[in-house]
């Protein structure tokens, strides 16, 4: 989500200021859209672009608001045990954001951090459901356009009671994306790495008391880019599934690759959007919940709807479309999905 990219791409971390303060028509601003799964399957949990985060009900597709506050906030993950939401929230500068916890039953919310010198995003639980990893800016500089943005991430985790922060990694990435985490520590994330002259996109994979390495190669790049560019990373419950998104086979176009244990990797490409982010796992890992573009807002950033993929077979099915993730008190659901083959 992710990445230093063209605007055009995955927009992530700009400055509130670009946030435009209409949320309707040509000028939505999906720019912090985002969702997870509950372990069970029954529930989604979103960030809408009005800055909120809600649940869905993904058969019955009813929603309930979750929060209603003037912070954005952004990255919603569960708990292993569906009982707490772990997100990203602005501070009172709309440039800096801090975890918090929400108690879904209570909807009591609590912060999880508040260095006012660091810049925190993408929480992620351990699968034991003790402690929290996430993406954190430690440098916060100009940059050639004018104004501030936030510089060197890099891995950190942070027990769900707020003690014990660490840093897990020290390679002062320009953006960390979303990560996985697998049951013995094992963090795999998207990170753009700086090189002498150049970005890079790339999927990496962060062993317990060990650096980070490349997790996915190199290999057979499109014609028309020399870089594969690597997002969102995911892992299956019980980890047999992995899956990302990339522009393998042509740029900018990003299709959902899944590598499953006994099964050659498979990239689904998916038709009619370029855009497609978030690859979640469903419980019986058939299929992959993801988000993807098919509109775009009058400055050509993507406006994202949710989508169901079947990995049998490829077959499509819309489970809300970008009017929910827009404005949900306005959105009215079809009376059949629609679905299609990519």
């Known amino acids: 989500m992710l990445l230093l990219i063209p605007v055009a791409t995955l927009p992530l971390l700009a400055p509130l200021a670009l946030i435009y303060q209409s949320l309707y028509g040509n000028h939505v601003e999906h720019r912090f859209v985002r969702f997870d799964l509950s372990s069970d399957g029954r529930e989604i949990v979103f960030s809408s672009a009005d800055g909120d985060l809600y649940l869905l009900d ?11 506050t003037d ?14 939401i772990a997100f990203a929230g602005s501070d009172d500068d709309g440039q800096t954001f801090h975890l918090f916890l929400l108690d879904v039953a209570s909807r009591k919310v609590v ?11 993408f929480p992620r639980f351990h699968p034991q459901g003790n402690e929290i990893v996430f993406a954190r800016a430690y440098t916060y500089r100009s940059y050639s356009l004018g104004g501030m943005t936030w510089d060197d991430y890099d891995v950190a985790t942070v027990n769900i009671d707020g003690s014990n922060l660490r840093r897990l990694s020290n390679e002062k990435y320009r953006i960390v994306g979303p990560l996985a985490v697998r049951s013995d520590g094992t963090i795999e994330f998207a990170a753009t790495v700086k090189h002498r002259d150049n970005l890079s996109e790339e999927l990496l994979t962060l062993p317990p008391d060990s650096p980070p390495q490349p997790l996915v190669t190199q290999t057979t790049p499109h014609d028309r880019s020399g870089e594969i560019r690597f997002r969102d990373p995911a892992v299956s419950l019980d980890e047999s599934g992995f899956a990302y998104v990339a522009d393998r086979t042509d740029a900018w176009h990003f299709a959902i690759c899944v590598e499953q244990e006994g099964a050659a990797a498979k990239a689904y490409e998916i038709a009619d959007s370029h855009i497609q982010t978030s690859p979640v796992f469903a419980p019986d890992n058939q299929s992959i919940y993801f988000l993807r573009a098919l509109t775009a807002n009058y400055q050509s950033r993507p406006i994202f709807s949710l989508w169901k993929l079947s990995l049998a077979d490829g077959q499509l099915q819309e ?24």
């Open 71 to 84: 912070r954005i906030e952004t990255s919603p993950a569960f708990s292993p045990d569906g009982n707490l």
């Open 111 to 121: 912060p999880l951090t508040d260095d006012d010198d660091a810049n925190d995003f």
């Open 319 to 342: 489970i809300a479309s970008d009017e929910l993730l827009t404005s949900p008190e306005n959105w009215q659901p079809d009376a059949a999905n629609a679905s299609e083959r990519p």
């Open 58 to 68: 993904p058969v019955t597709r009813q929603w309930n608001r979750l929060t209603e």
